[in-house]
């Protein structure tokens, strides 16, 4: 193991040599690590301890993927080539991506990469090999779940989000419900957030800091796609109680296709008295705000509720939506009810995030949601219909396979959820496990607020 941890230290330096050359390596090095003890680690800091973490198979495949991208990348190198040999008199295409330059395997590292690895500390060495190589953006990350357990996972940079949690899906063994999501949380801020379904997880975690303390975590949130299971709490919300809570499911598809159906997507109308933090000071103002499809709207101090009074207060296009933690105490706030908007590079206390308080928790669960429709918009209803097919398909093979279970025949291998992702993600064919001491509960039934 010594032997291993001091390769770990000669990749860490040529690392950091190569981030510093290289912007794009800069972002990917910058990616969050927590210190030794976290729950979370995800960069090349911890990648000892990531690396071990991974069972013998997805080493296979990370060497597997590797070497294939390696592969790709000389084949690309050598058309290139005899291209421009070919054709000397066309000028040379200048981009704004370095140049890859792969070192000549040596008659030594040829016979080394020949014998395949038979200990895990062998394996691991050749994955490190090909990492430096390739240059890949694949990062090890530790999902904590409800019971502060936690899954270790290897995440590719063209993965999304929904890739991801089918991946949880199979590893921890629990139903395939809608609700559940990969949030982020971080304890300084005190806040969290639930990634969308589209996002791209590398990407989003590359605005960790280095010394983040920020953790991933699997949980059930019955409020993340509550505008299409219960739509009339968004857009009939000023019609009596009575009336929304016995309106039909019909009723209920027809007021998606209204609002979620056309060219543009509708963003409720919502509007209020929020109360604002004061730059710098935990001083809680209230403040009339309207939401609109541009942004968040709002009236200044000594002006009147006019349309023409409104000032913009922040456009929704680069800003990510989180709710907070104990604010009460932390900030002074009113309530606890509180949600923050913020660039997702922001990870500490800056005058660039904009700090709001809400009455009620159902007043916190309409502007935090309308805000995600604002932003997102037909992009939300995409991910909500992609999940319930999944669940649906899901739920279907799973019904069959019990039932040639009960008729005594041998029953199907439990299929990947998702049943075709993109076969670039490579997250196909992972062993299947027996069931983990913690199975996680179902979600909760959704309640009419």
Not at 36 to 62: P, T
Not at 151 to 178: A, N, Y
Request: proline letters at 6%; aromatic letters at 8%.
């Amino acid at each position: 193991m010594d032997d291993i941890d001091a390769l770990f230290s000669d990749l860490l330096g040529e690392m950091d040599n190569l981030s510093q050359s290289l912007t794009f390596a800069v972002n990917s090095s910058e990616v969050a690590a927590a210190s030794q003890g976290s729950a979370f680690s995800v960069s090349f800091i911890d990648l000892n301890e990531s690396l071990n973490d991974l069972e013998d198979h997805d080493l296979d495949v990370l060497v597997a993927d590797l070497e294939s991208k390696l592969t790709s990348q000389e084949s690309s190198m050598n058309d290139e080539s005899s291209s421009q040999t070919n054709n000397q008199t066309s000028p040379a295409v200048m981009t704004s991506e370095p140049a890859v330059i792969l070192p000549t395997p040596t008659a030594e590292s040829s016979r080394g990469i020949n014998r395949e690895p038979q200990t895990k500390g062998e394996k691991i060495k050749l994955a490190l090999e090909k990492l430096k190589e390739a240059k890949v953006r694949k990062l090890i990350v530790k999902v904590l779940l409800t019971d502060n357990s936690s899954k270790t996972l290897m995440v590719d940079e063209r993965q999304t989000v929904r890739q991801v949690l089918d991946k949880l899906f199979e590893k921890t063994h629990c139903d395939f419900s809608i609700d559940w999501s990969l949030c982020e949380s971080n304890p300084e801020l005190q806040i969290e957030r639930g990634f969308e379904d589209h996002e791209n997880l590398v990407e989003s975690l590359s605005a960790w800091t280095r010394r983040s303390e920020n953790k991933i975590h699997f949980v059930s949130k019955p409020q993340k796609y509550m505008m299409f299971t219960e739509p009339q709490i968004f857009y009939m919300r000023k019609k009596e109680k009575d009336s929304m809570s016995e309106i039909k499911s019909q009723n209920k598809e027809l007021l998606i296709k209204e609002n979620f159906g056309g060219l543009t997507v509708i963003v409720p109308d919502l509007e209020g008295t929020l109360y604002l933090k004061e730059d710098g000071k935990k001083v809680w103002k209230p403040r009339f705000f309207v939401l609109r499809a541009s942004g968040i709207y709002y009236v200044p101090k000594g002006k009147t509720k006019s349309s023409t009074d409104l000032v913009c207060f922040t456009r929704l296009g680069k800003v990510n939506v989180y709710t907070t933690s104990n604010y009460k105490q932390k900030f002074r706030a009113p309530t606890n009810f509180c949600f923050l908007l913020k660039h997702p590079c922001i990870q500490k206390e800056s005058p660039h995030i904009r700090f709001l308080c809400c009455d009620d928790e159902h007043t916190l669960l309409l502007w935090v949601n309308s805000i995600r429709i604002g932003k997102y918009g037909t992009q939300l209803y995409e991910n909500y219909r992609d999940a319930v097919q999944r669940m649906s398909t899901l739920q279907t093979l799973l019904s069959a396979a019990h039932k040639d279970r009960s008729n005594g025949h041998t029953p199907l291998a439990r299929p990947h959820p998702g049943s075709s992702p993109p076969k670039s993600t490579n997250i196909d064919d992972y062993p299947h496990e027996p069931p983990p001491d913690f199975i996680p509960p179902p979600p909760p039934e959704h309640k009419n607020v």
